[in-house]
């Protein structure tokens, strides 16, 4: 599995970014898709989760402002963030999580930086 994760970039504060990433490798529908992030010198925290029934799950600090979306066509995932707040700064990484073995695959990361 190979995952390439694109749409970080420097935005102000309150505006909006949206990040892709895109599956290969193996079928997509057999993965839950998930979103984390880590700040410099942070650990790296659960984002959102998008599973393979199209629920979608988020963590309390980005709930009502960040939305997770998955495309079984295109094997895509995506993260629409909105109303982004300088603490929404750190390098985001798209993951696939197996449903039959939960081994995880890691995309490469992508900075997002929020400016106050």
């Known amino acids: 599995v190979q995952l390439q994760a694109s749409g970080g970039g420097l935005v102000q504060a309150g505006g909006s970014l949206r990040l892709s990433c895109l599956f290969s490798g193996d079928i997509f529908s057999s993965y839950v898709m998930n979103w984390y992030r880590q700040n410099p010198g942070g650990q790296r925290e659960f984002i959102a989760a998008?599973?393979?029934?199209?629920?979608?799950n988020y963590a309390d600090s980005v709930q009502g402002r960040f939305i997770i979306s998955r495309d079984d066509v295109k094997n895509t995932v995506t993260l629409q963030m909105n109303g982004l707040k300088p603490e929404d700064t750190a390098v985001y990484y798209c993951?696939?999580?197996?449903?039959?073995?939960?081994?995880?695959?890691w995309g490469q990361g992508t900075l997002v930086t929020v400016s106050s």
């Open positions: 998008a599973t393979i029934h199209g629920i979608a």
């Open positions: 993951n696939a999580k197996s449903r039959y073995t939960n081994k995880d695959t």
